[in-house]
Nanobody, 129 residues
Framework: QVQLVESGGGLVQPGGSLKLSCRAS????????IGWFRQAPGQEREAISC????????WYSDLTKGRSTISRNNAENTAYLQMNSLKPEDTAIYYC??????????????????????WGQGTQVTVTS
């Protein structure tokens, strides 16, 4: 069964850190870009970060740039999102997925969800004091 499984979410105080993991099973993650997305209650899903298959090119949303780091270990079929200096507004369900990750017409990297991609079930991150 082809799937992505996230883990590592939880309850954390403002200013704290979490490291989310995304493990692929039923397929090799190596040939694919990987992305992290989040969705807060009543809001649309938004892209947080993407990383290409080689781990060379990465993209971050302005919302989390400087506070998060995406990485991958293709040998372990796993990707990660390290999040630091968490804020209450980071509270959301976080999903990993195989995104569309490409250079747009302006020459900038674009990270968008792929409805035909593989998605995990999500992991809840709650930031509260």
């Amino acid at each position: 069964q082809v799937q992505l499984v996230e883990s590592g979410g939880g309850l954390v105080q403002p200013g704290g850190s979490l490291k989310l993991s995304c493990r692929a099973s039923g397929f090799a993650l190596a040939p694919f870009p990987i992305g992290w997305f989040r969705q807060a209650p009543g809001q649309e899903r938004e892209a947080i970060s993407c990383l290409d298959s080689s781990g060379t090119n990465e993209w971050y949303s302005d919302l989390t740039k400087g506070r998060s780091t995406i990485s991958r270990n293709n040998a372990e079929n796993t990707a990660y999102l390290q999040m630091n200096s968490l804020k209450p507004e980071d509270t959301a369900i976080y999903y990993c997925a195989t995104p569309k990750f490409y250079y747009n017409d302006h020459g900038s990297l674009a990270c968008v969800s792929d409805p035909l991609g593989t998605w995990g079930q999500g992991t809840q991150v709650t930031v509260t004091s």
